[in-house]
């Protein structure tokens, strides 16, 4: 989609640190880490976010969480525990407006807000 900064990393237009790729997901290292380890996984195709899934494409879903389970078990904190996010809408946080979910680690998360 034309303005997609996600879309563009996906066409390898701009670059980024990619730790997982196949035809549908893409796993980038977050150019601004909020945690130790903090890695978007993508779908290539554009989605908007979350509020955006039907049946039609939910299988993406699938790909994200396997794509999340072998960069979690790459980067050494698949024992450790990490947090799978995803932000929907403005209201929520979201400033990237193609769907992608935060794989955060590497951190001890507790206390916990949620
Ligand atoms: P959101 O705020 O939409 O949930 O998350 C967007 C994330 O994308 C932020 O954590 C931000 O640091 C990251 N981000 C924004 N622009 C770029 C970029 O050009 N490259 C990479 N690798 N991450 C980006
Ligand atoms: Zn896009």
Redesign the pocket.
């Given at each position: 989609m034309d303005g997609c900064?996600f879309c563009k990393?996906i066409k390898k237009e701009?670059p980024?640190t990619i730790y997982y790729e196949n035809e549908r997901v893409i796993a980038?290292?977050?150019?601004?880490p909020?945690t130790p380890v903090h890695v978007?996984i993508i779908p290539k195709e554009h989605i908007e976010s979350v509020k955006d899934i039907t049946s039609d494409n939910a299988n993406v879903l699938i790909d994200i969480h396997i794509a999340a389970n072998a960069v979690a078990e790459q980067l050494g904190i698949k024992d450790k525990g990490y947090r799978l996010i995803t932000?929907c809408g403005k209201g929520a946080?979201?400033?990237?407006f193609h769907l992608?979910y935060?794989l955060l680690g590497g951190i001890e998360m507790n206390p916990k807000i949620i």
């Open positions: 900064i990393i701009l980024s980038i290292k977050d150019i601004n909020a978007l932000n946080g979201q400033t990237v992608h935060h």
